[in-house]
């Protein structure tokens, strides 16, 4: 049953995260910078998140000193990485092409589960990678897809990919350390130290950003970062880091789907496919015998 609600807040973190693709596409359309998109984003989910549980149960909030450099490797390598890279590739580019390359990251999860942490790589686990590479691989249209995409779009991907598969490996450890709240604190408060260094809050307000404007940057941050990350790290806490990485497959999928009623995208045939091959990877995970991940800690 647990693994269950894993692969379930999994993939619904990836829907959310699919669908939000498009919303920041949109918004880079209508000339918004991506990095206030991704600095705002992180750093309004971080305030709604420490307020809350500084009122409710501020206990959760206590940490070691000698984990804030693992809490800031999550949170600046793996989240601010990732989602930087990722929004940029999508802003050179295009939603398919950045997610097809970012979505290689589940083969350098596996890699180094099984080189590093010696996980075994059952048959069906071989079976949902190949599923799911093929799938985002079909998805944004086979080669024809990848060979219009601009190179510098490429290789911001290939680089949020990499973090990405930081955050999955990584974002374990800490969650077995510290529970699924104080791990999701702690990983989008680093990311939101290290934005205010790069960019300062003065300089944020300084723009004169309206109140529309801010209310966009609450409904991103809200989509994209507060509910699906929740979600994400709560499925962390059930499943292995490969088992996550190629549920969360779903993303590319939905990012096509939404992009293609929304921005005028392509879904032919081969992202039909692909999305059937995508949503069987995750079939065959929920069918394979590995058992339950549990953890010493209980969830808060």
């Not at 959310?16 to 949109?26: D, E, F, I, P």
Request: proline share 4%; hydrophobic share 55%; with cysteine.
């Amino acid at each position: 049953m647990n693994r269950v609600k894993g692969y379930l807040f999994i993939a619904c973190a990836a829907t959310l995260w699919g669908a939000s693709a498009t919303l920041v596409k949109y918004l880079f359309n209508a000339q918004f910078h991506p990095l206030i998109i991704i600095q705002t984003r992180v750093s309004i989910a971080f305030v709604l998140l420490f307020f809350y549980f500084i009122t409710t149960n501020p206990r959760i909030l206590k940490f070691r000193i000698r984990d804030v450099p693992l809490f800031f490797f999550v949170g600046v390598c793996g989240v601010a990485g990732s989602n930087y890279f990722y929004y940029f590739a999508i802003k050179e580019s295009n939603v398919a092409t950045a997610i097809v390359v970012q979505y290689s990251a589940p083969i350098m999860v596996a890699l180094y589960a099984i080189v590093v942490q010696h996980e075994r790589m059952t048959k069906f686990k071989l079976l949902a990678l190949i599923f799911s590479s093929l799938g985002i691989f079909l998805a944004v249209g086979g080669l024809n897809g990848l060979l219009v995409a601009n190179s510098k779009g490429i290789l911001f991907a290939l680089v949020a990919a990499v973090s990405y598969a930081i955050f999955n490996i990584a974002g374990k450890p800490l969650i077995e350390k510290y529970t699924v709240w104080p791990s999701l604190v702690f990983s989008l408060g680093a990311a939101t130290l290290f934005w205010m260094v790069i960019q300062t809050p003065q300089t944020i307000l300084a723009a004169n950003y309206s109140f529309r404007d801010w209310q966009v940057f609450a409904l991103v941050s809200t989509t994209s970062i507060l509910i699906p990350y929740s979600l994400y790290f709560l499925g962390l806490h059930f499943l292995t880091p490969t088992s996550a990485i190629i549920t969360s497959t779903l993303e590319p999928v939905v990012a096509i789907v939404t992009a293609f009623v929304f921005l005028g995208g392509s879904m032919g045939t081969l992202q039909t496919v692909g999305a059937v091959f995508v949503i069987g990877s995750i079939i065959l995970l929920e069918t394979s015998s590995e058992p339950t991940i549990e953890t010493h800690n209980q969830q808060r």
